[in-house]
Structures are given as structure tokens and as C-alpha cells.
């Protein structure tokens, strides 16, 4: 956690006060990138809930994303520059995985974590959205990572079939987001640890007072290209849930 020595009195108290508590969490996503592997879509759809990472499939002119995971971590040192798409694809298309919430009915608040060391220029963004509702048939899909460009995910609530609400963690938002400026991490550069944790209610969303109200989570990274050779990589990813109400807290 390299940016330690930049928390104040009161963030260090709350850490103190959240290690104590780990016992009690709720393990949603961990992922050390040890044995996952990555499989091609250009779609969340939702027959492929539950089936780990995903990235963008190759067609045409729109070529293969070049996330990978290897030696531990999940990587991508595509420099396509940041023309958007379909160019752009194999650098900045998104990785992503759609997964059931496994939190219990005393869960209220959530932690995201995750290590990350940014290539000198480029961008990095992670997106953590949460869905309500149950999948319907036939099963649509929750965004389109074919366009995903410049840290951004397509919101493709309420015209991709899906009758499931979706709701952007970092704000509450029920639509409108996506875009590289909604990401929960905001922009991150150079390297170090991210950290938020946030009590479920204080989003604001109707019905959803602690979080197994939400029915599934999807987590996203993408970066923002700027054309020159470097790898940015990610590691030791944990989201988690919990029964502690602390204060919403924000470390990157
Ligand atoms: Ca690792
Ligand atoms: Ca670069």
C-alpha cells in the first residue's frame, strides 16, 4: 500500500478499525490471477454470468483485445493508440466479469481492492457496477464491451433485452454511466494500491439497503492508450462485503 504515508489521522483510525472486523467479511470476487484465464465475447450477455473474465473477440477491423493473464497478474501491453474504436480494441477494450452476489442478509458495506502499476502515459479505469432483478428468458446482456474505448463502458440498460437494473457503485447511478469520468477508481496512473469501501445504503438506491439486495456485480478495467510501449498490469483483486458500517473511505 504505497500511499500510506498520506493518510490522515482519521483514515488510519478506520483501517485500524476495519482490520479488526475482516473476520466477519464476505469474500465476493478474489483473484490473483495465479489460475483464471480470459475468454473472448463482445458482450456481457448473461448467459455468461458466473464464467470468469472476458475481453473483446476480433472480427473485421476490430481487432483482438490483448489482455492476458501470466506470471501472476492480468496484463495488456497493446500501445495501440487511442484512435477509438475499432482500432483501439486491443489496447483499450475492456476486461470484465459478470458474477452472482454472494453476500448475506447482515452485509452492509462494500470494500474493492485491487494492486496496479500503470504503463508511463497511459490512463487506467475500473468500473464496479452492481445489478437487481433476475435474469429473464431469452437472456439479454448488460452493456456492450465491442465500443469500449478511452476507460469507458457502454450502459446499455434498457435496449440489450436484459430485465435486470443496473446501478453504477461508485455514485448510484441508474443510468448515464460508463463513461471514463463514472469509474469507481476515477483516473488512475503510475502504481500502487486502490482501495474504497462504501456502506451500500448511502448509494441511494431504492431498495437496496444492504448489499445482498443486488443480485449480481460486474467489475471492468480498461485503460486509455496513449501509443507509446509500456504493460500495465493488475493483481490481488478482493471485493468484498461485510457487516462493519464505517466511513466511506477512498485510497489510491
Ligand atoms: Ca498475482
Ligand atoms: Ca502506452
Redesign the pocket.
Known amino acids: 500500500m504505497g500511499s500510506l504515508n498520506k493518510l490522515s489521522a482519521s483514515q488510519v483510525i478506520c483501517l485500524m478499525f476495519l482490520a479488526l472486523n475482516t473476520h466477519a467479511r464476505t469474500i465476493l470476487l478474489q483473484d490473483d490471477f495465479s489460475t483464471t484465464s480470459i475468454s473472448n465475447t463482445f458482450r456481457a450477455y448473461e448467459s455468461e454470468f458466473d464464467g470468469g473474465w472476458w475481453k473483446m473477440t476480433g472480427y473485421g477491423t476490430v481487432t483482438n483485445s490483448k489482455w492476458t493473464i501470466g506470471s501472476g497478474v492480468v496484463s495488456n501491453a497493446s ?1 495501440v493508440p487511442a484512435f477509438g474504436y475499432p482500432l483501439s480494441t486491443a489496447a483499450e477494450s475492456v476486461l470484465f466479469q459478470v458474477f452472482s452476489n454472494a453476500a448475506g442478509s447482515g452485509d452492509i458495506s462494500v470494500r474493492f481492492s485491487f494492486d496496479y502499476s500503470i ?1 508511463s ?2 490512463k487506467f479505469y475500473a468500473h464496479l457496477w452492481g445489478y437487481k432483478g433476475t435474469v429473464i428468458t431469452p437472456a439479454g446482456f448488460v452493456c456492450n464491451i465491442e465500443g469500449s474505448a478511452n476507460g469507458g463502458l457502454g450502459n446499455d440498460e434498457g435496449s440489450s433485452g436484459s430485465g435486470l437494473d443496473s446501478f453504477n457503485m461508485k455514485d448510484g447511478a441508474t443510468t448515464g454511466f460508463g463513461g471514463a469520468a463514472t469509474a469507481i477508481s476515477g483516473e488512475l496512473t503510475g502504481s500502487g494500491t486502490f482501495l474504497t469501501e462504501f456502506r451500500i445504503i448511502d448509494l441511494g438506491i431504492p431498495g437496496v439497503e444492504t448489499v445482498d439486495d443486488l443480485t449480481y456485480f460486474l467489475i471492468a478495467f480498461a485503460k486509455e ?6 504493460t500495465t498490469f493488475v493483481d490481488n483483486l478482493i471485493l468484498e462485503a461485510f457487516p462493519v458500517q464505517g466511513t466511506a473511505i477512498m485510497i489510491k
Open positions: 500501445a504503463a502515459g497511459d492508450e496513449d501509443g507509446t510501449a509500456g
